[in-house]
């Protein structure tokens, strides 16, 4: 028995670590795909994210939701991301032509980009058919059932929405991606090992609650991680660069102002924050768990759980580096 234990545990870890490598292979190839043909082959995966996460989330509150239910928020949380990234593409391409010559007064261009709204007003369908329901079946729908449903419409699509913005951001998007991509396992290893190394010293819990493994030093970790993911980023995107010998880094960004120490200091800021708000998303999808009573959204990837399970922090993070990013694009161009 004492070493049929041990085996056990390297068989599973063995597990978890192909299904890692399998996982950042896809990642990387739609990501490759992305970069070299087309942004569509990246909404792909995400609205394959879409469709899996909201079976999972579906699958996991079980009887509480009627099948009438379940059928509404399938198709359309799946259209959701599906329409936006589509109706995004489309749009993007019309006012590229459109678009009037440099130097020309702005407001000669024609056509305007109608994803946004063509998007909410999907959402907002989808909300007006589950109400539809407890007219349609009245006896069989409940307020309950339908605050459930809604639930699962909103989580995770919408979040995922903000992804596929990441996606589509006219310039940056790449690096918004690297940033939530990245940056979150960067995050998790380090919350580990910082949990483990000093977790015993440093016991003091970050939501005992909601998750009793994980105490406040591994989240500093995970900050540190995040601050050192951004790190790799900035050299990564940049290119190699060379230090003068007052400290500055050559090259441009977007044409407007020369890399120095304060746009790594920008990486480095955002790398901290966006490792904070993923492990939020862990944790807020942790609560949900213990709330339903199960361990794992699904069994899709051994070793990890379900697809939920594996991007619970990349959603949370998506959220902080959109915003970052669109500011940016709004502030400097």
């Known amino acids: 028995m004492e070493t049929e234990q041990p085996a056990r545990?390297?068989?599973?870890?063995n597990i978890r670590l192909l299904t890692g490598i399998v996982w950042c292979t896809v990642l990387l190839g739609f990501f490759a795909l992305k970069?070299?043909?087309?942004?569509?082959?990246f909404d792909a995966?995400?609205?394959?994210?879409?469709?899996?996460?909201?079976?999972?989330?579906?699958?996991?509150?079980?009887?509480?939701?009627?099948?009438?239910?379940?059928?509404?928020?399938?198709?359309?949380?799946?259209?959701?991301?599906?329409?936006?990234?589509?109706s995004d593409f489309i749009f993007s391409d019309i006012l590229e032509i459109t678009a009037p010559q440099p130097g020309a007064d702005p407001s000669t261009a024609v056509g305007r980009n109608y994803s946004v709204f063509i998007t909410s007003g999907v959402f907002i369908a989808g909300l007006a058919a589950l109400?539809?329901?407890l007219v349609i079946r009245h006896e069989a729908t409940s307020l309950e059932s339908t605050g459930y449903a809604l639930f699962a419409l909103i989580y995770p699509s919408n979040f995922l929405v903000v992804l596929a913005v990441c996606n589509h951001l006219e310039i940056y998007s790449e690096l918004a991606l690297l940033f939530v991509f990245v940056?979150?396992?960067?995050?998790?290893?380090?919350?580990l090992l910082f949990g483990k190394w000093f977790g015993k010293k440093f016991p003091k819990k970050m939501a005992p609650h909601v998750s009793p493994k994980k105490t406040v030093v591994g989240g500093l970790g995970g900050l540190f991680g995040?601050?050192?993911?951004?790190?790799?980023?900035?050299?990564?995107?940049?290119?190699?660069?060379?230090?003068?010998?007052?400290?500055?880094?050559?090259?441009?960004l977007g044409g407007?102002?020369?890399?120095?120490?304060?746009?790594?200091?920008?990486?480095?800021?955002?790398?901290?924050?966006?490792?904070?708000?993923?492990?939020?998303?862990?944790?807020?999808?942790?609560?949900?768990?213990r709330k339903i009573g199960i361990k794992d959204m699904g069994n899709l990837l051994p070793g990890h759980g379900g697809i939920l399970d594996r991007i619970d922090s990349s959603l949370?993070?998506?959220?902080?580096?959109?915003?970052?990013?669109?500011?940016?694009?709004?502030?400097f161009g």
Do not use: N
Request: aromatic share 16%.
């Open 183 to 191: 940056l979150c396992p960067f995050a998790d290893s380090f919350a």
């Open 256 to 289: 407007i102002f020369t890399l120095s120490w304060l746009e790594a200091l920008f990486f480095i800021g955002l790398g901290i924050f966006t490792a904070a708000f993923s492990q939020l998303g862990d944790l807020a999808e942790s609560a949900i768990k």
């Open 226 to 252: 995040g601050a050192l993911g951004a790190v790799a980023i900035f050299f990564c995107y940049y290119g190699l660069t060379l230090l003068d010998g007052t400290g500055v880094l050559h090259g441009q």
């Open 35 to 41: 970069l070299f043909v087309s942004d569509l082959f």
């Open 9 to 13: 545990k390297m068989s599973e870890f």
């Open 316 to 331: 949370y993070a998506g959220l902080i580096v959109c915003l970052v990013m669109v500011a940016r694009i709004m502030i």
């Open 45 to 86: 995966l995400l609205v394959f994210f879409t469709a899996v996460g909201t079976y999972e989330m579906l699958r996991a509150f079980g009887d509480k939701v009627t099948k009438p239910q379940r059928v509404i928020v399938m198709i359309f949380a799946t259209l959701l991301v599906a329409t936006y990234a589509v």
């Open 131 to 133: 109400l539809s329901l």
